[in-house]
């Protein structure tokens, strides 16, 4: 058969194709990729992603059918998305990120130079404070959490990015859309390419609103650093780091640190946060004559192209920047003390000579406020505040003076401001947990930087801006600034640059930059916490337009709809008991919220553009809203049994009877009225209710209520646990029901048998009695909110006496004995009322229960390595009350057995003195395992466990073997 030419032409380049393909491992190079596209997701920017985070289809920002990032934004405003990339069999080499323009139906575009990319850098995380295990609603686990931010263009670490199998590759993406863009909807395409893979597109759509965000900062948010700190970290000399004693411009090695310097401001002014240098100070000379004269020029070439804008895109200063005198400059120590004569006037001239310098520049003088006592706020701080602003008040009037202690300390903290204390403040920016809105100290109009600043503190008092915050956490900061009516927020270190910053113990502190150095960059890293706090700082700049439109009660209603309490205002039954929900932390709801201020604002700029189906939709995003961020929060159930005595006509006694007694703390979140109805559903047989139902009609918004239910009986149903199950209903508005179920804890203490049982760590001699056991530990925090609140690793408490002791012993679950922490000394540590870092457990006693606070009761604590403390009232820190140590002869053992570890205790009821003898007890066994990071008790304390009102009851029966 003859081939033709042609055709003889096709068989030869198909073989020639056949063959490469062969050569090649069929690796289908010549056709395109074969592979398929990496694995890739988008994340909200309201996703706090570690190694650990599930893969998310959709989100509020993402449409998975569509494949679709839907932004929206004001001009002159920054939104954000996260790109993830997930390794699959195959590592994925050559992975880049690419965008194009946004263009609109016009043809008008965003470039796509406006697109900033940044790979998400992990800081390992292995420890965690006692804040968040009350806050984490998982257990909380060793983790990678992304949070440096390296740019996608960074000489070192930067793209091409390799993904190897397993791995995770995370993106932080900002749009930042430009002032002068105009209103319209845009669309645009971010691509992930790899090599010998397919693209993987995503179409990105952004709606920019007709008004600009404005530059102008509705509060002076500022942080501080120290230049030393900076300098020491990205600048060698000689291989060790290079700390100048001055900053003098002629040294080339200055000038270069003076460059990060530059760059740090400039990146934090970017994100509507104005940074300070707290050790930057003019050079102090004396002249012929020995007086003080202080050289300037260093100094203002420095810090005022940042005071004056100069420094900035936007030409807006910085809005406040602290004078150079404070309690360490001039150095005390140069002068024998900071009472002597020498350094009181050395003070006087440098203070005077501040003064002068800045006041003959207004622009400049009300940009300046002293901070002289730079300390941890402690009981002696406060006199040396005192000292020192007195200083400052005898030479310079008019300068606000800044302090961060509270001006009105909480009684438990113990501490005494001076009497004089009050005129010697005029920013007050205490920690949060000091914070009291209602503090006393005014803004004053004509001085722009004087009264209240909010400074973070210890959650949940405030949000954390730790690594491991949410993003609700840090965004609540700026709003709750608005809703305080703060003049500033107020952050005194910014860097915290000590050790690994790339391995953190989780701490709350402020790292909101990282060195360059994983980037090849003399310069500083932004983190991810910075830019949630951008997004707060850009939410409040709404508010601030609403509240300039006339329209507070818009901007309040949308503060109180995600911010409800914070300060001093969240503190529970004292300081040291914060509550737990003071914001809220659902992503879809601050996304409504941010949607709805838009939507507010683009209204009141444009009245004329509303119409009716427009301001439908608003109200039906306002209802949507009330149902999201609102609700009558139950937000702690404790109960107590009692007995009581019933008599005849003839006044003698004719039955005891038990009375269960159930308190709810009620919150109501609502911005209105409502009516609230509590009462008890079917209860136990035998029981009847005595104050079946409570109700609170009105029940004003943002206020706490406590309700009380009482029912009465003659038994309590045995369990293993030892609670007594009451069902509770509670409606609201008579339509809106919950359902829940108060525990009542109650417990008989079994009488020992003649031979009491020996306290050697096993639990085979003890007899089992009747309702003498106690279970179902639920934890405390949020982790005791969900469903029924128990913790993973189990504890049984049993509780025997005789006429000479009270036995208690624990049988505590762990599966991993091996990994048990107990230090061998007679300390706990204490952290926000949990005794924590070690496995332990408690027994705290109130023989008679009738103690009126924590002093009253007594305290024994066994570590899972045999120590034994005891006390009467509890050893916090901060204190709780008053605490001694309580000398009782108590005997202990401990005991292992497969997966679980006992403690036997023998408690001499003489060492109670009197009331050992009495019928009722207040009691709760709690554990603290390091494993899980489980604090959990029997009662069921919702918070805290060391108050007479967070204990159950037990009953030690008197004569002979209990009966029911």
């Known amino acids: 058969m003859e081939i033709g030419s042609s055709a003889k032409m096709r068989l030869c380049t198909w073989s020639l194709l056949l063959a490469a393909v062969a050569v090649t491992g069929g690796c289908g190079s010549l056709f395109g990729p074969s592979q398929p596209a990496v694995k890739a997701w988008v994340a909200d920017e309201m996703v706090n992603l570690t190694d650990r985070t599930p893969p998310s289809q959709q989100s509020e920002v993402f449409d998975a059918d569509s494949q679709t990032v839907r932004l929206f934004a004001a001009a002159n405003e920054t939104v954000s998305f996260q790109l993830v990339l997930d390794g699959d069999e195959l590592p994925a080499e050559g992975v880049r990120v690419a965008f194009t323009a946004l263009s609109d139906d016009q043809g008008r575009q965003i470039a796509p130079e406006q697109f900033r990319a940044f790979r998400m850098w992990p800081v390992r995380v292995e420890q965690f404070p006692a804040w968040y295990l009350r806050l984490a609603d998982a257990v909380p686990e060793p983790a990678n959490f992304y949070d440096a931010l390296v740019p996608v263009d960074a000489p070192k670490n930067g793209q091409p990015f390799r993904v190897a199998p397993g791995e995770r590759l995370a993106i932080w993406v900002d749009l930042q859309v430009p002032r002068t863009t105009a209103t319209g909807r845009y669309a645009g395409r971010v691509t992930v390419s790899a090599t010998d893979r397919q693209d993987r597109p995503f179409r990105v759509e952004a709606q920019v609103y007709d008004f600009v965000l404005p530059d102008a900062r509705p509060i002076a948010a500022v942080g501080g650093f120290n230049h030393a700190t900076l300098f020491g970290r990205l600048i060698e000399r000689e291989g060790k780091p290079f700390v100048p004693a001055q900053l003098d411009r002629r040294n080339p090695l200055v000038r270069r640190g003076l460059t990060a310097m530059r760059q740090l401001m400039v990146l934090a002014h970017e994100h509507r946060l104005d940074l300070f240098d707290r050790r930057i100070r003019p050079l102090m000379k004396r002249d012929m004559f020995g007086k003080v004269r202080l050289d300037w020029e260093d100094y203002d070439a420095i810090v005022q192209p940042y005071l004056r804008g100069t420094a900035f895109e936007d030409r807006v200063g910085c809005p406040a920047w602290p004078m150079p005198f404070a309690a360490d400059w001039p150095d005390p120590a140069y002068y024998s003390g900071d009472r002597t004569e020498a350094y009181l006037n050395i003070c006087g001239e440098v203070i005077d000579q501040c003064a002068r310098h800045f006041a003959a520049d ?470 926000q009322l949990m005794a924590c870092g070690e496995d332990l457990v408690e027994v705290i006693l109130d023989p008679g229960a009738d103690a009126a606070g924590p002093e009253d009761l007594y305290h024994i604590a066994v570590k899972s390595n045999g120590v034994l403390l005891a006390e009467r009232g509890v050893h916090t820190s901060p204190p709780l009350g008053k605490a001694e140590a309580w000398s009782v002869a108590a005997s202990v053992a401990l005991g292992r057995q497969k997966d679980v570890w006992i403690v036997e205790l023998a408690i001499p009821r003489s060492a109670f003195g009197a009331e050992g003898r009495a019928a009722f007890w207040g009691v709760n066994f709690t554990r603290f395992a390091t494993q899980g990071c489980e604090a959990a008790s029997w009662a069921g304390a919702p918070r805290y466990f060391y108050d007479p009102k967070n204990l159950g009851t037990m009953f030690v029966t008197p004569g002979g073997s209990p009966a029911r």
């Not at 209204?603 to 608003?618: F, G, I, K």
């Not at 107590?640 to 009877?657: A, I, Q």
């Open 362 to 831: 207004r622009e400049l003088s009300e940009r300046m406020f002293h901070w002289p006592w730079r300390g941890r706020p402690a009981s002696d701080g406060y006199e040396r505040h005192a000292h020192l602003a007195r200083l400052i008040r005898a030479v310079d009037a008019n300068t606000p003076i800044l302090s961060e202690f509270p001006p009105n300390p909480p009684k438990l903290t113990g501490w005494q401001p001076p009497q004089d204390f009050a005129r010697l403040v005029d920013i007050a920016a205490p920690r949060a947990e000091w914070f009291d809105p209602a503090c006393g100290i005014r803004a004053q109009p004509e001085r722009p930087l004087t009264g209240p600043w909010l400074s973070p503190g210890l959650p949940p008092y405030l949000g954390s801006l730790g690594v491991i915050a949410t993003p609700a956490d840090v965004r609540a900061i700026p709003w709750f600034a608005m809703k305080y009516r703060c003049t500033g927020l107020f952050l005194p270190e910014v860097m915290h640059w000590q050790g690994d910053v790339f391995a953190t113990d989780a701490d709350a502190e402020t790292r909101l930059f990282y060195p360059g150095t994983i980037a090849g960059i003399e310069g500083v890293l932004p983190s991810v916490r910075l830019k949630r706090l951008r997004r707060g700082l850009q939410d409040i700049a709404y508010l601030w337009l609403i509240q300039q439109r006339q329209r507070p009660g818009i901007a309040q209603a949308i503060l109180d709809a995600v911010t409800r309490y914070a300060g001093l205002e969240a503190v529970g039954d004292n300081y040291l008991d914060p509550r737990l929900n003071g914001w809220v932390q659902r992503a879809d709801t601050w996304h409504l919220a941010r949607r709805l201020l838009a939507e507010e604002v683009q209204a009141l700029v444009h009245p004329s553009d509303v119409s009716n189906q427009t301001l439908l939709v608003q109200r039906l995003a306002w209802r949507k809203l009330d149902a999201q961020a609102h609700t009558v929060r139950v937000e702690q159930v404790r109960s107590r049994v009692t007995p009581f005595e019933v008599r005849g006509p003839d006044g003698k006694v004719v039955e005891t009877r038990l009375r269960a007694t159930v308190l709810l703390d009620l919150y109501n979140e609502y911005a209105r009225e409502v009516d609230c109805q509590v009462k008890f559903e079917t209860l136990p047989a035998g029981w009847k209710p005595v104050a079946q139902a409570a109700r609170i009609s009105p029940f004003p918004p943002a206020t706490r209520r406590t309700v009380t239910l009482l029912a009465e009986g003659d038994n309590v149903p045995s369990d293993a646990t030892g609670k007594l199950a009451l069902p509770v209903s509670m409606t609201v508005d008579m339509t809106d029901r919950q359902e829940f179920v108060a525990r009542v804890p109650f417990l008989l203490a079994g009488q020992a048998a003649s031979q009491p049982p020996v306290i050697d760590g096993k639990l085979d001699d003890w007899p089992m009695r009747l309702g003498n056991s106690a279970g179902a530990f639920k934890l405390i925090g949020r982790r005791g909110e969900h469903g029924e609140g128990l913790a993973t690793r189990q504890t049984l408490a049993f509780v025997l006496y005789d006429e000479t002791n009270l036995y208690v012993a624990f049988r505590c679950e762990e599966p991993r004995l091996d990994l048990t922490v107990a230090q061998p000394t007679n300390i706990i540590h204490y952290e």
